[in-house]
C-alpha cells in the first residue's frame, strides 16, 4: 500500500501532527507500506525550508525513505528557490497535479 | 485523470487558496487532466453565493469548464436558494455523496 | 460505495460538522451506501471519549451502524485507556494506518 500526506495548513501544531502521522505510519505493522510521500504546497512549506520551523523532522522523514516533495507554484508564489529547501526535498509541478498522479497510481490520501 | 476539490472552510484566505490550486491545476501540462469538480459544503458554500466573498473567482473557475457543485443539506440549513448561488452552480443531495460518488469513478480527492 | 471520514481537527464546531455530514450521508438515497467510517485521531478524538464534547453524536452514529475507530497511538500519547471511550468505538493500531487500508479497499476518503 502506499500514503500520500497533503500538508497545507498554515499552523505549526498542526504541521507537526502530520508529520508524526507521517512518521507512525513507518511504525505501523499492521499494515504493509510500500510507500509513503508528503505533498506540501501553500503555507504547509515551511517545515521543507532549510531552517524552517519543523525542518528537523522533514530531515528524519527524508532519512527513513518518505519522499518529501515541495509545489513549484508555491515556490513561485512565494518566491523561494530550490536552493532554499532541506536538501532531498524534490520539487514538482504544481501540489494539485502531484496529488492527483499519485492517487491515480493508488495512493491513500490523507490530510492531516 | 480527474480531481474533485473540498469545498469546506470557513476562512475566505483558505478558500481563495483552494481555488487557486484548482485554477493551477487546470495549468500544469505534467499531468493530463480529463476533468475537475469541486464540491462545496458548510460554511466552504459562501464563494459559491452571488456576490458572496470569492464569487468572482469561482466565476471564472466555471468559465474554464469547471464544475461547481453546492451540498443541498447545506442550502437548507443556511436557508439558500438555487438561485442565491452563482449561475453555473449545480447543486446535488449531499456533499458527502458526491464526494464519494466521484471518488467511486476514479476521482482524486484534494482537500485544501 | 464506502466512504471513511477523518476526525482530525481540535475545534468542536468542525467536529460537528463532520458528523452531521457522516449522518446525511447515510440519508443521501442518491448514492448506494454500503459501510461508512470514522477515522479519529490526534484532538479529533474528543467526541469519541465518554463524556466528551460531541460523545453523544458518536453513539447516535454508532446506533446507526457506523464504525467508529480510534488511533490507537492518540490514546498513548493522551493517556487514554479503551475503558474511556464511547462503547462501540473500536481501537486501531494507527489512524494513518486505518485510513491507507479502507483507501485501498476502495473507501472514499473525506476530511470534514
Known amino acids: 500500500m502506499q500514503t500520500v500526506f497533503h500538508l497545507?495548513?498554515?499552523e505549526p501544531e498542526q504541521q507537526q501532527t502530520a508529520l508524526t502521522i507521517a512518521e507512525n505510519l513507518t511504525k505501523d505493522d499492521s499494515v504493509e507500506i510500500d510507500d509513503i510521500a508528503i505533498v506540501a504546497q501553500a503555507d504547509g512549506i515551511e517545515p521543507l525550508t532549510a531552517g524552517g520551523d519543523g525542518s528537523d523532522t522533514v530531515e528524519s522523514l527524508l532519512e527513513t525513505g518518505i519522499s518529501?516533495?515541495?509545489c513549484g507554484n508555491t515556490l513561485d508564489l512565494k518566491d523561494l528557490a530550490?536552493?532554499?529547501l532541506v536538501e532531498g526535498v524534490e520539487t514538482?509541478?504544481?501540489g494539485g497535479g502531484e496529488l492527483t498522479r499519485l492517487q491515480s497510481e493508488g495512493y491513500a490520501y490523507i490530510r492531516p
Open 8 to 10: 497545507i495548513a498554515d
Open 82 to 84: 530550490e536552493s532554499d
Open 92 to 94: 514538482v509541478p504544481s
Open 68 to 70: 518529501v516533495k515541495a
